[in-house]
């Protein structure tokens, strides 16, 4: 049949299943909405407020569902707000196809009105990028941007397409997807050389990175913790994807990770990464990381092999794939010694905070509590985003969704509002510091313009906290550019953008809040008023080795 190109996109995405778009109208995709309208009943469209917000809800959906998330938005500057959400994704291998339109196909090149080389632009940060000059070639192009976006290690392909292209007719016949099949680079060999290096192990160490969450490796991860008899400790992005409340679980790794995953990986003699690239977050001074230990990698990539860190083993291909060869062949292994030294480390360093007044730590436990750990968590970055990952515990993958690689500021609303339309029926939170809050709050207006119910926490210390830690610790106190101490009133900005708001001050208060707002079911901000100088701890100073990590009682005695 005779569609036109904009006719076409639609076909094209429901061909893929998609359900939900993100995004926000101009000149040069006015056909490809038009088009929309028409199909309303079959795709959602999410007007946001701004096209990051489009971005980041796109690659929140993606995180929370597993499915390819998917933005919208018109030429020049409407494609380039879209950059820092694809970066976001990009960086932490999260599948979107963000679709931009662009000038008439005459007018490419002539610095033409609202003209820009999107594709140009996000070269570096995309798996593949398409401009598409001829509708002949335009479902092909969309087919082929989903099957990149979501193979082998996922990540966003941009598909950027000429008004007149959108306009022009051309024969379109319906495909039905190809199945996505895993492609292993692993061999039988590869297997067995890690096997040994197990057996021959002493003092195991497991370290999950957010390959563990994508490729729903969760049970074979569990089934693989219990054969070898080794703790387990996480990045960021692989939170959920091991029980945060098993023995084994020692807690995050790197920077702010718990001084026993730190110092217990610092005397393990084999460190297994699953999924993990060994970011420099993670490691510290690469020279002085895992000293004693042999190396696995297991990945995906074969780009991150050696990357940073140089190994002993490894295995590429799909973890979920590679850790069911590996089960299969394991033998149980028993290192008692080991684990109730480990057992001895997180008695003696647990996690703690001052529990005088209202803070952080305090109001993320309470939030884990009236939750039962069942919500849907999104942050933005910074001390909160530390305090979520330290005392939420996250016992199932995709429920801790957060800008690791990037560090996106604004990041956690947008990818609220994406995770609560993917995840209807999960309670979604996003916990946020004033100065994140501030980069994307009029996404509120987007949550109130649908009611969709997502919970905003603003911990609000007035200064930009992690900013301010380091220039507390670092440079002697010297607070440059990092007060925001004025007036704006985070409550009356959200009252003004459709939303219920509560001030909490006091640590009594916190739960009816919280309960309060779950029983509204409808977008809601609570404003979390804590003291400026509190501090994420534990800590290692940028590029020291990980077992020099220092915790508030070290800051103390020394």
Not at 193 to 218: C, F, R, T
Request: hydrophobic share 40%.
């Amino acid at each position: 049949m005779q569609l036109t190109g904009a006719e076409i996109v639609i076909e094209c995405l429901k061909e893929q299943g998609v359900d939900t778009v993100f995004g926000y109208p101009g000149g040069t995709i006015l056909n490809v909405y038009d088009a929309l309208y028409k199909h309303s009943d079959e795709i959602n469209h999410i007007l946001t407020s701004h096209e990051q917000g489009a971005a980041h809800a796109a690659d929140g959906y993606a995180r929370a569902t597993g499915k390819v998330g998917v933005c919208m938005a018109t030429s020049g500057p409407g494609a380039t707000n879209l950059v820092t959400g694809i970066a976001t994704a990009y960086m932490d291998s999260v599948p979107v196809v963000a679709i931009t339109a662009n000038v008439n196909l005459p007018a490419l090149g002539k610095d033409s009105f609202q003209e820009i080389d999107i594709a140009g632009v996000t070269m570096p940060i995309t798996k593949h990028g398409y401009i598409v000059k001829n509708v002949e070639v335009l479902a092909d192009t969309i087919r082929k941007a989903f099957r990149i976006a979501k193979t082998g290690r996922p990540g966003p392909v941009l598909v950027d397409i000429t008004k007149d292209v959108t306009a022009a007719l051309c024969e379109y016949t319906p495909v039905v997807p190809e199945e996505i099949k895993t492609i292993n680079k692993f061999s039988a060999e590869d297997i067995e050389q890690v096997v040994s290096l197990i057996k021959e192990a002493k003092k195991p160490y497991i370290y999950l990175g957010g390959g563990a969450v994508i490729s729903g490796a969760s049970k074979e991860v569990a089934e693989f913790a219990e054969l070898v008899d080794a703790p387990v400790c996480d990045t960021l992005m692989a939170k959920g994807a091991f029980d945060g409340k098993s023995a084994r679980y020692t807690g995050m790794i790197g920077m702010h990770g718990t001084k026993t995953s730190n110092l217990g990986v610092s005397d393990c003699d084999l460190l297994i990464a699953l999924g993990a690239r060994f970011s420099d977050r993670v490691i510290g001074n690469p020279k002085r990381f895992a000293e004693n230990a042999k190396i696995v990698q297991i990945d995906v990539d074969a780009a991150e092999i050696n990357k940073n860190i140089r190994v002993d083993a490894a295995v590429i291909g799909d973890l979920k794939d590679a850790l069911s060869e590996l089960n299969k062949r394991l033998e149980k292994q028993s290192h008692a010694d080991w684990m109730t030294k480990i057992q001895e480390l997180k008695t003696k360093y647990p996690l703690k905070y001052e529990d005088t007044g209202l803070t952080c730590p305090y109001v993320i436990e309470e939030i884990d509590r009236v939750t039962k750990g069942e919500a849907v968590i999104t942050t933005d970055v910074g001390q909160h985003q530390m305090w979520a990952a330290q005392y939420y515990k996250y016992t199932q993958p995709r429920t801790f969704l957060s800008s690791g690689g990037l560090g996106t500021m604004g990041y956690g609303l947008g990818a609220c509002i994406g995770a609560q339309v993917g995840q209807p029926d999960k309670i979604c939170i996003n916990i946020a510091g004033d100065g994140c809050f501030r980069m994307n709050m009029n996404e509120l207006a987007t949550a109130s313009r649908y009611n969709i119910p997502i919970i905003q926490v603003v911990i609000n210390n007035h200064v930009l906290g992690m900013v301010r830690q380091w220039q507390t610790l670092f440079y002697g106190k010297r607070y440059s550019q990092t007060v925001l101490n004025d007036k704006v009133d985070f409550c009356k900005v959200a009252e003004g953008l459709g939303c219920t708001a509560i001030r909490v001050t006091k640590k009594e208060e916190v739960a009816p809040a919280i309960e309060k707002a779950i029983s509204l079911n409808a977008p809601v901000l609570i404003e979390c008023v804590i003291q400026e100088d509190d501090k994420v701890f534990p800590m290692v100073p940028a590029g020291k080795p990980i077992a020099e990590v220092f915790d508030g009682d070290d800051l103390k005695n020394n």
